[in-house]
Each structure stands twice: as C-alpha cells, then as structure tokens.
C-alpha cells in the first residue's frame, strides 16, 4: 500500500535523502519504529502530530501498524520508505517539522506558571506514574532526589551518578526512569545554566546501552532541546504569559489544556517527563 507523508522531523530527513537498509523494532496500532543506519524513525497516524523522531503519515481508515512484523526489512530509496514489504511512503511532498524547542528566559511569573504545572500534574498524573511519590520505587526517588541537588549545585559528576540511577528504571518503550531525564534535558536545553553541555553528556552517556535503543534515541533528542508538538504548545503559552498576562481564568485554561496534551502521551511518558522538566526547573531557574 502507498502512503503520502503529512510531515517529518528535520531530525530524521536526512535519512530519507540515502539509500539505507534497516528493520521494524517495535510495531504499535499507530506507530511502528524503525531502526535505520543506527537511527530511529517512528512512523505515526497523524492523530500522533509531530514530533521528534515522527515521520507522520495519513493511514487509511481502519488501517493498523500492529501486524508489522518485529524484525521485518525496512529501507530507504529514493525518499520512498518501504516497510516490510506491505507500506511505500512517499516523502517527496513532507512538510518539514523543526522539533527544536526555542531556549526561555525566566521571567517574574514562571514560579507561579511551575507551579500551576505542578497542580495539574498532582492531579491528573497516572498512579504509576514517578510523578507521584506514593508507591513510587526507593530507587527512583533517590534517584530524583540526587538530579535536583546536582543541578541546584552545578555538580555535574552527581547528575550522572542521578542518571544512572534512574536508566532504564520501570517497563515499557520509554521506561517511567529516562522520561523524567529526558524532560530534565529539555529543561536544562531551554534554560541554558552553566555547564548545560556537561550536565546534557553526563546524563546522556550514563544512560547509553542501560535501556532501550528508542529510549535512547529520544533522550539524545531532548538533549538537543527538541520535544513533540505538545511541548511546543505549552512553551508558547508560557512565553506569552510571560509577555501579556491574560485573564487568570483564560490563562489557566490553557495552561491546563496544554499540560493535558502532554499528559496524554503514553501510559505514563507525558506525566514523567513533566516530573523531570519540574524538577529541573525548579532546581534551575534563578531565586
């Protein structure tokens, strides 16, 4: 079946422009991944919207990604991608999405924006989710509790051992542990404290082959700063908050709207990344 790509991440575009040979490494009823040359592409319903490693694509109705099978060739030629023999997409007419997060400069209300962050995530943060301190593994709050000292002191050799700590730590493509380091990264990307460059390759290489290789793979891209469409929203309503303060009521809202979409990634991805980009936003932004 032939596919027209929607949009793809200025990260993986590059691909599309080699010949290039690789497999399916996980196949879900929206999304399958695929390893290529050592990268990862995920091809996702546009229902997904964009994001980092997305290659977004229209499905046709009732159509899922779910039998492809696990192993199965993939490759690349000619910007089409053809996928176990069953889907040709055809890049050629992609809009190109850029997934990087632009760096903010903490203003007078972001306490009370992180703030009300935190309250919608007090409430709505599933009850697996690291998010939440009850029931939540000896390991990983240790781990948690060391990231935010390490930051707050610039101590960069703690933030790894923190990392370490929490690499690979629950189930799942994402482990619950690398999505609270990923949303750290990101905060760590926008805010751009002294030594952001070491903190980024200390969690990085602490991580690297101690969990999975599309774990990794978003790790490396919140690194760079660079999150899905859902992040892109709620940084756009903080910098405008920050600007022109609305109505509470109507700036609320959106604050809400915004955290919600975030929250709504994954079984709990969305949730512990915010814990990790909180936690790091806090730790890091000026007194």
Request: charged letters at 20%.
């Amino acid at each position: 079946m032939r596919l027209s790509a929607i949009s793809l991440s200025s990260r993986i575009s590059w691909l599309l422009d080699h010949a290039l040979r690789g497999s399916i490494i996980a196949a879900f009823s929206r999304s399958c991944y695929i390893e290529l040359d050592g990268r990862i592409i995920a091809v996702v319903g546009a229902e997904l919207l964009n994001g980092p490693l997305n290659l977004v694509v229209t499905l046709p109705s009732g159509a899922t990604l779910i039998d492809v099978p696990i192993g199965a060739a993939a490759e690349v030629r000619g910007r089409v991608l053809e996928i176990a023999g069953r889907w040709h997409v055809d890049t050629a007419l992609a809009q190109l999405w850029n997934p990087r997060l632009t760096p903010i400069v903490p203003a007078p209300g972001l306490g009370q924006q992180l703030a009300s962050i935190q309250a919608v995530l007090d409430a709505d943060a599933p009850q697996e989710s690291l998010a939440r301190a009850e029931g939540r593994p000896r390991r990983a709050t240790d781990g948690m509790v060391r990231l935010a000292t390490a930051l707050r002191r610039g101590d960069v050799a703690l933030a790894g051992r923190a990392a370490h700590d929490l690499a690979g730590l629950g189930p799942g493509l994402t482990p619950s542990g690398d999505d609270v380091l990923a949303g750290t990264l990101l905060a760590v990307a926008l805010l751009g404290p002294a030594h952001a460059d070491r903190f980024r390759e200390s969690i990085t290489t602490s991580v690297r082959r101690r969990t999975t290789r599309i774990s990794e793979a978003y790790l490396e891209a919140a690194a760079a700063g660079e999150a899905g469409e859902a992040w892109h929203r709620l940084l756009i309503i903080l910098r405008r908050d920050a600007k022109t303060v609305p109505s509470p009521p109507q700036g609320e809202t959106d604050l809400r709207d915004a955290v919600r979409r975030i929250l709504a990634f994954g079984e709990t991805s969305g949730a512990d990344m915010l814990a990790g980009f909180l936690l790091a936003m806090t730790a890091l932004r000026p007194a």
